[in-house]
Nanobody, 120 residues
Framework: QVHLVESGGGLVHPGGSLRLSCAAS????????MGWYRQAPGKERELVAT???????NYADSVKGRFTVSRDDAKKMVYLQMNSLKPEDTAVYYC??????????????WGQGTLVTVSS
């Protein structure tokens, strides 16, 4: 099995910063694209940012210039640095990864989510 566990969510004032972390564990042979998605109340889940194992990043237009995605393959971690946060960034943030297991199964794995609330 493969698991993703997020951390770092919480309450922050508008204009503030938060850093989300996601740790992958389990029977992992390789990790390909990792990323972050979010789901606000009453809305569909949407892409926030992704990063390939080659370091190529992709961002939603709404977070470009404010959020930065990075990864540490040695630690099997992906991060999301969020700056200049706005109330509309309030959502549950989910970590996502495309992995190949030690038994050569290709899986798309999701974390359980971490809540980010931006409010004064």
């Amino acid at each position: 099995q493969v698991h993703l566990v997020e951390s770092g969510g919480g309450l922050v004032h508008p204009g503030g910063s938060l850093r989300l972390s996601c740790a992958a564990s389990g029977s992992i042979r390789s990790i390909y694209t990792m990323g972050w998605y979010r789901q606000a109340p009453g809305k569909e889940r949407e892409l926030v940012a992704t990063i390939t194992n080659g370091g190529i990043t992709n961002y939603a237009d709404s977070v470009k210039g404010r959020f930065t995605v990075s990864r540490d393959d040695a630690k099997k971690m992906v991060y999301l640095q969020m700056n200049s946060l706005k109330p509309e960034d309030t959502a549950v943030y989910y970590c996502n990864a495309a992995v190949t297991t030690t038994t050569f199964r290709n899986l798309e794995v999701w974390g359980q989510g971490t809540l980010v609330t931006v409010s004064s």
